[in-house]
């Protein structure tokens, strides 16, 4: 019999250390995404890159913009030979 009250203990005991997990993604949805005046995204480093001849000089910070660079998702390719970025 008392084996059967220590066990029912833990059980509610467990139950009220359970949490509500559905807001924890919140904070991450609502992020700015507006690009700072020294950085860009993805599409214009890429622009960026095939209006350059053999060299660029990076001015500013890249970032990569899930709303606007779908396409570079696995990176940027550079088919340039001898380019150089510095």
Do not use: H
Not at 24 to 40: A, F, K, Q, R, T
Not at 51 to 57: I, K
Not at 62 to 78: H, M, Q, R
């Amino acid at each position: 019999m008392l084996l059967f009250v220590f066990i029912g203990l833990s059980c509610v005991s467990a139950q009220d250390n359970q949490t509500d997990d559905s807001n924890m993604g919140e904070s991450l949805i609502d992020e700015d995404l507006s690009l700072d005046v020294n950085e860009g995204d993805f599409s214009q480093l890429n622009d960026t890159i095939y209006s350059s001849d053999n060299f660029l000089r990076l001015e500013k910070d890249y970032v990569y913009n899930s709303a606007k660079d779908e396409n570079f998702s696995l990176g940027i390719v550079i088919e340039k030979d001898n380019f150089v970025i510095e």
